[in-house]
C-alpha cells in the first residue's frame, strides 16, 4: 500500500526535527494564519483551534494531493492562568524569564490532523465551530479520547475507505524552573535564543540549563508531541518506521 504523503504545516526547525524520528515520508508547507482568538479562550481549546487552523489552511491548499495528510501544531506557555506567548524583544523576554523563574508552569500543545484524499478532506471551519462551542463530538464522529495523564484527542468522521477524516487533541505538561539570577537571565537572552519561542526558552537548547523537572512530555515542551502523533497516524491507518498497515 502506497504511503500518503505528510505535510507539515510549519516552519518550526524544531518541528521538522522531531517529525523526520518517525521516518515517514513529509514535506513542509508552513502556514501563514491569524493567531488571534477571542479573549478567555482556554489554552487547551486555543492551541487546539490554532493547529486545526493551521492544518486547514494548509489542507485546502493541498486538494492536489492524492494522498496526503496535513498536520498542524501550536504550543503555548503558561503561567497563573495567563498565555505567556513570543517575546516582542528582549526586555519581554527578559521580564518572563524572571517571572518563572524558581516556579512550575504549563505548556500546552496542541496537534490537528486532516486527512486529504480525493475530495475528503472535512470542512475545518465546521470542526473549529465545534471546538470554540466546547461541545464533544458525538454520533459517527466519535467520543474524546484519553491520550494518558497528559491529554484528549477527538476523531471526526471517517471517509469511505474507513479511515478518520480529522483528529485534533492537546497535551500538557509541567514543567518546574530553578531560581535564576538576572545576570544569567540576561546572559541567556542575549544569546538571542529565547526571542523566537513561547514562554522566552528552548528546552532543546541553552534553556534546558533552567530546567528543574518537567511532569509530562518532553517532546510536547519541544514543540511536537510525538507519542499523540503515532497514535493520531496508526488510527489513520499508518505504521510509524517506514509501514503502513495492510
Given at each position: 500500500?502506497?504511503?500518503?504523503?505528510?505535510?507539515?504545516?510549519?516552519?518550526?526547525?524544531?518541528?521538522?526535527?522531531?517529525?523526520?524520528?518517525?521516518?515517514?515520508?513529509?514535506?513542509?508547507?508552513?502556514?501563514?494564519?491569524?493567531?488571534?482568538?477571542?479573549?478567555?479562550?482556554?489554552?487547551?481549546?486555543?492551541?487546539?483551534?490554532?493547529?486545526?487552523?493551521?492544518?486547514?489552511?494548509?489542507?485546502?491548499?493541498?486538494?492536489?494531493?492524492?494522498?496526503?495528510?496535513?498536520?498542524?501544531?501550536?504550543?503555548?506557555?503558561?503561567?497563573?492562568?495567563?498565555?505567556?506567548?513570543?517575546?516582542?524583544?528582549?526586555?519581554?523576554?527578559?521580564?518572563?524569564?524572571?517571572?518563572?523563574?524558581?516556579?512550575?508552569?504549563?505548556?500546552?500543545?496542541?496537534?490537528?490532523l486532516l486527512s486529504v484524499a480525493a475530495g475528503e478532506m472535512a470542512t475545518w471551519s465546521t470542526m473549529?465551530?465545534?471546538?470554540?462551542?466546547?461541545?464533544?463530538?458525538?454520533?459517527?464522529?466519535?467520543?474524546?479520547?484519553?491520550?494518558g495523564d497528559t491529554g484528549v484527542y477527538r476523531i471526526w468522521s471517517r471517509t469511505q475507505s474507513g479511515?478518520?477524516?480529522?483528529?485534533?487533541?492537546?497535551?500538557?505538561?509541567?514543567?518546574?524552573?530553578?531560581?535564576?539570577?538576572?545576570?544569567?537571565?540576561?546572559?541567556?537572552?542575549?544569546?538571542?535564543?529565547?526571542?523566537?519561542?513561547?514562554?522566552?526558552?528552548?528546552?532543546?537548547?541553552?534553556?534546558?540549563?533552567?530546567?528543574?523537572?518537567?511532569?509530562?512530555?518532553?517532546?510536547?515542551?519541544?514543540?511536537?508531541?510525538?507519542?499523540?502523533?503515532?497514535?493520531?497516524?496508526?488510527?489513520?491507518?499508518?505504521?510509524?518506521?517506514?509501514?503502513?498497515?495492510?
Amino acid at each position: 500500500m502506497k504511503q500518503p504523503v505528510l505535510i507539515l504545516a510549519s516552519g518550526s526547525p524544531r518541528r521538522q526535527e522531531l517529525i523526520r524520528t518517525l521516518g515517514l515520508p513529509y514535506r513542509v508547507d508552513a502556514a501563514d494564519v491569524d493567531e488571534s482568538m477571542p479573549e478567555g479562550t482556554p489554552p487547551d481549546k486555543l492551541v487546539e483551534r490554532l493547529s486545526l487552523r493551521k492544518a486547514g489552511t494548509v489542507g485546502a491548499r493541498s486538494r492536489e494531493e492524492r494522498e496526503a495528510i496535513v498536520i498542524g501544531s501550536d504550543t503555548v506557555v503558561v503561567l497563573d492562568g495567563i498565555i505567556l506567548g513570543k517575546p516582542k524583544d528582549e526586555q519581554d523576554a527578559f521580564d518572563t524569564l524572571r517571572r518563572i523563574a524558581g516556579r512550575t508552569h504549563q505548556v500546552y500543545t496542541g496537534l490537528a490532523l486532516l486527512s486529504v484524499a480525493a475530495g475528503e478532506m472535512a470542512t475545518w471551519s465546521t470542526m473549529d465551530g465545534e471546538l470554540a462551542a466546547g461541545g464533544t463530538d458525538s454520533g459517527d464522529k466519535g467520543s474524546v479520547i484519553r491520550f494518558g495523564d497528559t491529554g484528549v484527542y477527538r476523531i471526526w468522521s471517517r471517509t469511505q475507505s474507513g479511515n478518520p477524516q480529522a483528529m485534533v487533541g492537546h497535551t500538557v505538561s509541567h514543567v518546574t524552573f530553578r531560581p535564576m539570577s538576572d545576570d544569567e537571565i540576561w546572559a541567556y537572552v542575549r544569546t538571542g535564543e529565547p526571542l523566537d519561542k513561547a514562554g522566552s526558552y528552548g528546552v532543546q537548547g541553552l534553556g534546558a540549563v533552567f530546567i528543574e523537572k518537567i511532569e509530562g512530555d518532553f517532546y510536547s515542551v519541544m514543540g511536537l508531541p510525538l507519542s499523540l502523533l503515532y497514535q493520531m497516524l496508526v488510527r489513520f491507518g499508518l505504521r510509524p518506521f517506514g509501514q503502513s498497515e495492510d
